[in-house]
């Protein structure tokens, strides 16, 4: 059905799920080989996109990135220093 209401829920969907894919993959692979700086940076990262999904979280769930993001953070800030 183009045009319903059904395709922007889709495809933010699946912009959801392949970020999440995608960075779960980098992650994994860093961990496994303890390859600290990249790691950091790929966190670094992902704060920016849960700023960025903070941002446009207009209900009580804006939150959650937040917190997810401040961890992330101060993850990256750990491997940084090593």
Do not use: C
Request: hydrophobic residues 60%; proline residues 5%; aromatic residues 6%.
């Amino acid at each position: 059905m183009p045009g319903s209401s059904a395709e922007p829920a889709r495809s933010l969907a699946l912009l959801f799920v392949s970020r999440n894919i995608a960075f779960g993959i980098a992650l994994l692979v860093l961990v496994v080989r303890r390859i600290n700086t990249p790691l950091a940076w790929v966190l670094i990262v992902d704060v920016a996109l849960q700023v960025y999904d903070a941002a446009y979280a207009h209900d009580s769930t804006a939150i959650v990135p937040v917190i997810i993001g401040v961890l992330e953070a101060l993850a990256a800030r750990q491997l940084l220093k090593r």
